[in-house]
């Protein structure tokens, strides 16, 4: 059973149109991330939710947000997409006990037209 | 955060050689955690390291924390086709900061 469920798995916008990525988990973790990963690249760390707590990465653009309405869920936010956004995004969760070993969703893969 | 390096970046191996790649920090690790990413998916949780000089087998793979807490490496035993991927270290706790990757390319 998918533990960390991301939709939808392509997602394509364009230039300057607002997207937004979804991500939920089934684990009742209390960590969620949204990391960022360009090809043949490491991902990058854009943010995480401890609980309700917002963490923003200091190099993190401001044309990126996010929310976490409940334990389960957490979104993406691209205000206005550039076409440097294009990239895989992908939602991780962890316990948050503080063995935090990273459980990633399938990512979501954003096309920008 | 907690920078690491990792080398190589690519390595191309003969089906049945052996495979090593290597991470190492400027600065002494809590921890480190390894991730492999098959082409086309997401990062999949290996093992995670924490005392000095640690070392942890799974089957054919190899993980070991260097002494300092400055370096770890992992070795694969006579790769497979199934190895494929891009193999990962990461260091820190909530704010995870991978290293570069290493993609192993294994040819039959």
């Known amino acids: 059973d998918a533990m960390v469920i991301q939709n939808p798995r392509y997602q394509v916008t364009q230039f300057g149109k607002p997207v937004t990525l979804s991500c939920s988990q089934t684990?009742?973790?209390?960590?969620m991330y949204w990391y960022q990963q360009k090809s043949s690249q490491a991902p990058k760390l854009l943010f995480h939710?401890?609980?309700?707590?917002?963490?923003n990465e200091a190099d993190t653009p401001d044309n990126f947000q996010s929310r976490r309405p409940n334990t389960s869920f957490c979104f993406l936010d691209i205000r206005s997409p550039g076409l440097g956004d294009a990239a895989m995004y992908l939602c991780?969760?962890?316990?948050?006990?503080?063995?935090?070993?990273?459980?990633f969703g399938p990512g979501t893969r954003l096309l920008v037209l | 955060g907690q920078q690491v390096m990792q080398i190589p970046q690519y390595q191309h191996v003969q089906e049945g050689e052996d495979f090593t790649t290597y991470c190492n920090s400027s600065?002494?690790?809590?921890?480190i955690q390894w991730y492999k990413q098959r082409p086309g998916g997401h990062p999949v949780f290996l093992i995670q390291?924490?005392?000095?000089?640690e070392v942890k087998k799974q089957k054919r793979l190899t993980f070991q924390f260097g002494e300092a807490k400055k370096n770890s490496s992992l070795h694969i035993t006579a790769t497979q086709t199934t190895d494929v991927g891009t193999y990962f270290c990461?260091?820190?706790?909530?704010?995870?900061?991978f290293g570069k990757g290493t993609k192993l390319s294994v040819i039959p």
């Open positions: 390291l924490v005392k000095s000089g």
């Open positions: 600065t002494t690790l809590s921890n």
């Open positions: 684990l009742n973790h209390n960590v």
């Open positions: 990461a260091a820190g706790s909530y704010q995870l900061t």
């Open positions: 991780a969760t962890s316990r948050g006990n503080g063995q935090e070993t990273q459980y």
């Open positions: 939710y401890y609980d309700k707590d917002f963490n």
